[in-house]
């Protein structure tokens, strides 16, 4: 994936909305704007408006349909997705786990001191 790419999804994934559009997606197989906005608390516009951001990071693809459109998660781009969600979650790990551990040895170098007299 490249940069551009890199920026859209994190974008694309960024809000609440387009996650549970994506969760919805997942579990219905497909939908349009029409019967997302149903189970969302937003207007068909800003369902169409959510799934043109999706649709350009490659995380769903519409077909028309008469006057709608029908969209689907893009398996490969999603699972794609996933995976780079993943590694970035673990490279965040591993920095936490670094940070805990200077923290921890700055701890006990503190309680190793003698206690300092306060008069």
Known sequence: MST??????????????????????????????????????????????????LDRAGLVHGTASGRERIYAVDEAQFARAVAQLASVGAAWDARLRRIRTIAEAIQRTRDARPPTDPS
């Open 4 to 53: 551009v790419i890199d920026d859209e999804l994190w974008s694309a994934v960024g809000d609440p909305i387009r996650r549970r559009m994506l969760d919805l997606l997942l579990a219905d197989g497909r939908g349009t704007a029409t019967t997302l906005s149903e189970q969302l608390p937003v207007t068909r516009q800003a369902v169409a408006k959510h799934l043109g951001v």
